[in-house]
């Protein structure tokens, strides 16, 4: 199985900060990495596909980059409504396997 | 709108099943595939099985295989899970997603709501 690592686990930063969350696979997954943003007891929402393109709708603050095994997902301006716990995904192969979660708290 | 609401989630003891349905509108699930993922606060959100748009194409993690089957109604357009011989590592929320494949797999684009399952004596 692919290992997916992400860091930080949590963190806290202010509104218009710049973000960033890391995702490291344990294995070459080229470009097929997707991240979801999941608020408390609310469905995991899609962000973003093949490492970084937005899905139709996703603010233009949200980005992410990266390929082989090491990946970076990015907020540029931190808005209140981002508080959220952030997930990466790789669908390289199965079993499909997601990062074990980055909270985020706003300040 | 694409929706998907999960029902049948509930107490189960263990070695026990459980049946969860997964009804969709908004589009048709015979032209995507749908899979079953789950959420526990220890193991965070795992991938447990695909199904197929066609439901002739099933797969499943290591963690169910045998004891979960997946079936699908493309005329009542809804999506089951069949939950067998539950043990307490089951317990979870259980969501399913529907699955946009470009390969080599894909990724889950609207997920239903959750159903809590409890697996406890």
């Known amino acids: 199985d692919i290992q997916m690592t992400q860091s930080p686990s949590s963190l806290s930063a202010s509104v218009g900060d710049r973000v960033t969350i890391t995702c490291q696979a344990s294995?070459?997954?080229?470009?097929?990495l997707n991240w979801y943003q999941q608020k408390p007891g609310k469905a995991p929402k899609f962000l973003i596909y093949?490492?970084?393109i937005l899905e139709t709708g996703v603010p233009s603050r949200f980005s992410g980059s990266g390929s082989a095994t090491d990946f970076t997902f990015t907020i540029s301006s931190l808005q209140p409504e981002d508080s959220a716990t952030y997930y990466c995904?790789?669908?390289?192969?199965?079993?499909?396997?997601f990062g074990q979660g980055t909270r985020l708290e706003i300040k | 709108q694409v929706q998907l609401v999960e029902s049948g989630g509930g107490l189960v003891k263990p070695g026990g099943s459980l049946r969860l349905s997964c009804a969709a509108s908004?589009?048709?699930?015979?032209?995507?595939?749908m899979s079953w993922i789950r959420q526990t606060p220890g193991k965070g959100l795992e991938w447990i099985l695909y199904?197929?748009?066609?439901?002739?194409?099933?797969q499943y993690a290591d963690s169910v295989k045998g004891r979960f089957i997946v079936s699908r109604d493309n005329v009542e357009n809804s999506v089951s899970l069949q939950m067998n011989s539950l043990r307490a590592e089951d317990t979870a929320v259980y969501y399913c997603?529907?699955?946009?494949?470009?390969?080599?797999?894909?990724?889950?684009?609207?997920w239903g709501q959750g159903t809590l399952v409890t697996v406890s004596s």
């Open positions: 997603a529907r699955d946009i494949r470009l390969p080599p797999l894909g990724w889950f684009d609207s």
């Open positions: 908004g589009f048709r699930i015979s032209d995507h595939y």
């Open positions: 199904s197929s748009s066609s439901g002739n194409v099933m």
């Open positions: 294995h070459d997954i080229k470009k097929y």
């Open positions: 093949d490492a970084s």
């Open positions: 995904q790789q669908y390289d192969s199965l079993p499909i396997t």
